[in-house]
């Protein structure tokens, strides 16, 4: 049986992918295309429901992004969302203007809720809106469906033709029932069933990456994080053995974070694929001795791991594709993500290696959230410590410990860090930090342990909470936890005589310790 799904079609605005999961949320596979898209080749998809995204232009500039009036002619159901909407309007032979004022943020919208798509949703909510044009009047056939005190015509509908316009945007969270908008338009309008699941991704995806792949080879660089390690399960799953992992250890990971990688993919695990782990710790200690700079350790750790893997790629030989875990997160903030505007450069996409010998890029998580990747994960068998493991930086700890890198630092830091994860998680704490860990200071003072003088080092423990890790407060940690963990690094990790924890919110502070 075919796979029903329904199409967004993305103008550019900032939430098309956000659109798209919604979608999935209500167990409806989904898909996003470019307006570019054409005609013929979204019949042949047969969709069971169109949405249409927002954008940052003007439906009636020149140069704006459009489409033919036959998408609302297919029959199929067609939900415009903000430029979507108006441009809905536009191409049917209604009005949009450009007020004086536009319409940003919560915003109240009173609702018809005899319409589809608002039945079961108080009359009054709050609604996300972000628009400077709107809707002047409606094409032929509509009837206005919702208004806020701005704006007359906040929704409308044909509902003979099924075709429906919303200039808020219910896929943000901010609308308040958006979700239940969307599941009334993609299980009521369109007639989905929703039976898509997450396993149906994994099957689904290892379909599509075994018919991209044939029998070529395939190159990931496994860095033990979720998205690298979700990619491999998937991709061994897919192709196993034509695909080759390499596992840089950097020496600077968290307490024997290495060999739990190892179980998971090396040749005693779960996968089926090549595990190629590059014990290179002392060639980054040698890298490292005597450097204290923060940009110029990350900068070393950045290049020896291009080094490392450089030689192993060039004992692999030419491969067929460089695999990669890139999530939508990583696409959006590169400005890679269909028609969105661009964020902010990310370190994780764009640049693509030279100095390994591939044709071709595959990033089989490229359309999913977090959260998504890690259900996607449970769903392949990786271990839950994996799949739910905290942010970890590249560049490790590294770049957590103040001042130069040595063997002996990272030992202490590694020892200190496994304690007070071990403690928070003892500890039944309502809610687990976002993100929090042991780091070194450089500080090395006068200390008294036993009848003996010690002249050792403090280390800081660091938990914050955060939504999108660009801003940050410290969490609050029962005192008595903090205690015990003071305690048990005191007691069991050499040369610590000092603990402090690190208040400072970000900013000005950074979440990491460098
Ligand atoms: P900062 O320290 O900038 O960290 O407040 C924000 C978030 O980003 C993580 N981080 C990194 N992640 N490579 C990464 O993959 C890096 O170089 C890097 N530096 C910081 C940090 O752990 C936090 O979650």
Redesign the pocket.
């Known amino acids: 049986m075919e796979q029903e799904k329904v199409i967004v079609i993305d103008f550019g605005g900032q939430y098309n992918q956000l659109v798209a999961r919604r979608v999935r949320e209500c167990n409806v596979y989904c898909e996003i295309y470019s307006y570019r898209t054409e005609l013929e080749q979204i019949k042949k998809m047969k969709p069971k429901g169109i949405i249409l995204t927002g954008g940052p232009n003007s439906c009636y500039g020149a140069d704006s992004p459009t489409y033919s009036r036959e998408l609302f002619e297919l029959g199929i159901p067609v939900l415009g969302l903000c430029y979507g909407a108006q441009l809905m309007m536009h191409v049917l032979g209604g009005k949009v203007i450009t007020p004086e004022v536009g319409e940003y943020g919560k915003t109240e919208v009173v609702l018809d809720t005899d319409s589809a798509v608002f039945a079961g949703i108080p009359e009054k909510e709050i609604c996300w809106m972000s628009h400077f044009d709107r809707i002047a009047e409606t094409a032929p056939g509509f009837r206005v469906t919702a208004h806020t005190a701005d704006c007359p015509i906040a929704a409308a509908e044909d509902a003979g033709r099924n075709l429906y316009a919303i200039q808020f945007h219910p896929e943000v969270l901010h609308t308040e029932h958006g979700k239940e908008m969307l599941y009334n338009f993609v299980r009521n309008v369109c007639g989905c069933a929703g039976t898509w699941r997450m396993d149906s991704f994994v099957e689904e995806s290892i379909q599509a990456i075994r018919e991209k792949v044939g029998d070529g080879k395939v190159l990931l660089a496994l860095s033990g994080?979720v998205d690298s390690s979700v990619a491999a399960g998937l991709l061994s799953r897919a192709i196993g053995k034509q695909l080759t992992c390499v596992f840089v250890d950097h020496g600077l990971l968290r307490k024997d974070e290495g060999d739990e990688v190892e179980s998971v993919f090396g040749p005693n695990g779960q996968f089926d694929l090549n595990f190629i782990r590059v014990n290179a710790q002392e060639r980054y200690y040698a890298k490292l001795a005597g450097v204290t700079e923060p940009e110029q350790k990350?900068k070393i750790i950045?290049e020896e791991f291009i080094r490392v893997f450089e030689e192993e790629a060039k004992k692999i030989g030419a491969v067929d594709f460089l695999a990669q875990g890139t999530i939508y997160p990583d696409v959006v903030e590169s400005g890679l993500g269909g028609e969105s505007a661009v964020i902010k450069s990310h370190?994780?996409v764009g640049g693509l290696p030279d100095y390994v010998d591939f044709k071709e890029i595959i990033e089989p998580l490229r359309n999913l959230f977090k959260d998504e990747v890690r259900k996607a994960g449970l769903e392949l068998g990786i271990p839950e410590k994996l799949v739910f493991r905290?942010?970890?930086?590249?560049?490790g700890l590294g770049?957590r410990i103040i001042g130069e890198v040595t063997a002996e630092k990272v030992r202490i830091v590694q020892e200190a860090d496994a304690i007070y994860r071990e403690e928070i998680a003892n500890a039944g704490l309502e809610k687990i930090p976002?993100?929090y860990f042991a780091a070194l200071t450089n500080m090395r003072s006068v200390g008294v342990m036993g009848d003996e003088r010690t002249y050792d080092y403090a280390v800081a423990l660091r938990a914050v909470n955060?939504v999108d890790?660009?801003t940050?407060e410290s969490a609050e940690i029962p005192f008595e936890v903090l205690q015990t963990v003071m305690n048990r690094i005191i007691n069991e990790v050499k040369g610590v005589n000092r603990v402090f924890y690190d208040l400072t919110s970000?900013p000005p502070?950074?979440?990491?310790?460098?």
């Open positions: 994080g990350r950045g370190h994780n905290q942010p970890f930086p590249g560049p770049i976002d993100q955060t890790f660009m940050a970000k502070g950074t979440i990491e310790f460098e």
